[in-house]
């Protein structure tokens, strides 16, 4: 650690001493999954004849799947996609990423859970995935990190991020208040529904998205990796 790092490590450390929960996102914090779902979008949408970057997929992360359909069909057919249209397409891209996919967890993402866990800070899981095969892995990669009453998933939000539902949802597991817990994120839309919320807010990034677009969403403090975040809170947790 530089000395440039100690207001940041400061600040975590103080906020830590008034945590009550830890609000946590899955793709592209627990697991390595953007690069397979950025992929998989752009090959459907690619083979629809949309002219698309794989690399704007990552800035769409946390909308719902008609949220990004209807997105870009407005800005290359200028039209929305009607529901029956927007499930086969769902569908297809869910197709694509199963078959690139693998889960693998995010290196470093162990330590950080450990670091909670061994801070006796409650974990709850925030996503707005739905996919069973990397929520079913959950136990066997984080093993007794999130008990399923502390999950907040696809099928418990309505309006999901960047609404701060999600994160609200994931405060009334815990019985706390904003002022009380920690969102950590990768996700720029994320950072604005944990930011909305009301709640300090820990951006990690994961992917190619460059840190302005997570101060622009007014995150409280930014990593430049899951390791460099595992290795400061690991840090910060012996102090409390
Ligand atoms: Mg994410």
């Not at 592209?28 to 090959?43: I, R």
């Not at 450990?114 to 892995?137: C, E, F, K, W, Y």
């Not at 919320?197 to 969403?217: N, W, Y």
Request: charged share 25%.
């Amino acid at each position: 650690m530089t000395d440039t790092d100690f207001p940041q490590f400061n600040l975590l450390t103080g906020k830590l001493r008034s945590t009550k929960g830890a609000l946590i996102d899955m793709d592209g914090v627990l697991y390595d999954s953007m690069k397979y779902h950025t992929l998989a979008w752009h090959k459907m949408m690619t083979e629809l004849g949309l002219p698309v970057t794989r690399d704007e997929f990552y800035l769409y992360e946390g909308m719902t799947g008609a949220a990004t359909i209807n997105l870009l069909f407005k800005r290359h057919l200028n039209r929305e996609c009607d529901c029956e249209e927007v499930k086969r397409l769902y569908a297809v891209k869910t197709r694509y990423f199963h078959e690139l996919g693998q889960r693998e967890p995010m290196p470093g993402a162990d330590r950080m859970i450990n670091a909670l866990m061994s801070a006796g800070i409650p974990r709850v899981l925030v996503t707005g995935s739905g996919q069973a095969s990397i929520l079913d892995g959950l136990n066997t990669d984080y093993p007794g990190a999130f008990p399923d009453n502390l999950r907040v998933t696809a099928a418990d939000v309505v309006k999901g991020k960047p609404d701060p539902e999600p994160y609200l949802k994931g405060l009334e597991k815990l019985q706390i208040t904003p002022s009380e817990a920690i969102v950590i994120e990768n996700a720029p839309l994320g950072v604005r529904a944990g930011k909305d919320a009301g709640i300090f807010t820990i951006a990690v990034t994961t992917g190619p998205i460059p840190r302005i677009e997570f101060e622009k969403e007014g995150a409280d403090i930014i990593f430049p990796s899951m390791d460099d975040f595992a290795d400061t809170l690991t840090k910060c947790v012996t102090l409390l």
